[in-house]
């Protein structure tokens, strides 16, 4: 179905004026979700309620969302209110998968901060969810709303180049710290809820908040982190078949702490990778490298393109090289847009979640390719943390010469925290 189609055959026709902005609770107030409510929920979405596992973070939000009547430490308090038709989820990684299908199962539309999921177990349970609800489901990959995205993709799946040969994203590292000091739980944070499914552990600070993206209980680093944006670019302009293998090579990995079996022996220390080359190799043998660094191609983050004719860069800041400069003679043609789902109107990220609302579409961040792609970055995480080469076969869901990786594709759940 292409991007932003209707669904439903009795959709509703969306007007360019807004009808009424949708009614919406912010689960987890942390750097994003204040991000949002500054720049991008107005005029779309009005926030009714607030929730966050920390009461400080949640009063905190006020000031961003002052006509939020309500605030909670649990967002199934929300779960039930007819009044609220989405959920934005701005919390911790590993809180994802389960705050977004509650909601859906309670009949709510739900934009997801990326990564959608913490394991690829979660993005089976995900696409079940999600087509047995109908639910409208917006990833916060809003680089997908972005022209300067968009073109490098329409130019690299137009033919204009030929075949893409090697697609090298550079996403950053992990950085190393620890070990750090066990402390008493602050005051209005509930730790046992912040940990979710993740193992019990006494308090650190740093496992919290803005840094709990360093450890493996709770997300992937970097490469579920930036390579959640720029992997997915690099897929969507590669137009991988799902139904393929690919080929998963570990060039180099640094971890800041010792890794056996893949698990960390050092639990009061940063875990995840803070160096790392990994080759992929599609069907047609193009190869997407995901690095820390691409210094000697002369960038440290963003996409480069080599295709059979030529070559050219997109990160949010820049789109640059002789076929993007060749592109104001001949610009892309409206075919070539909608080739890749795209029409004429670019509209910004969270509007696109507005209208894919009201007109039961699917939106431009998709679970399905979402997942598809973010499937990949999980695989390599498990390759760098095992230190082996893996062959992941997207159609069996499995990684076909590794039978130990395997175990990694379903993460460990604490009871009354599972995601099923």
Known sequence: MPLGAAAESDAKPFSDAVDHPISAAVIGCGGIATHHARVNFAPWFQIDALCDVD?????????VAPDAMTVCSDYRELLERDDIEAFFVCTPDHWHTKVTIDAMRHGKNVYCEKPLTFSVDEGRV???????????????????????FQ???ALARSGRLGDVKRVTVAIGGGPSGGPFETADVPDGLDWDRWLGQAPMTDYLAQRCHGSFRWWYEYSGGKLTDWGAHHVDIALWALGWD???????????????????????????????ANRFTVRCVLPGDAELIMRDN??????DNG????????RFFVNRNRLAGKPIEDLRRIPLTS?????IGLGNDAVSHMENFYRSCHGHAVPISDFESHIRHLNVCHVANIGLRLGENL??????????????????????????????
């Open 391 to 420: 062959r992941w076969s997207a159609a069996e869901a499995r990684i076909t010469n590794h039978p130990q990786a395997n175990d990694f594709l379903v993460r460990p759940q604490r009871s009354g925290f599972e995601v099923v």
């Open 126 to 148: 995900v696409r079940q969810v999600a087509k047995e609800t109908g639910r409208v489901l917006q990833v916060g990959t809003q680089q997908r709303s972005d022209p300067k």
């Open 335 to 339: 075919q070539e847009r909608a080739d």
């Open 151 to 153: 073109t490098a993709v």
């Open 242 to 272: 799902a139904e393929k293998s690919i080929e998963i090579e570990v060039l180099d990995v640094v971890h800041p702490v010792t890794m056996k079996d893949g698990w960390p022996t050092d639990r009061q220390s940063f875990n995840t």
């Open 303 to 310: 996409i480069l393109f080599e295709c059979e004719r030529g």
């Open 294 to 299: 691409a210094a000697d191609l002369g960038f």
């Open 55 to 63: 009461r400080r973070r949640a009063e905190m939000y006020r000031a």
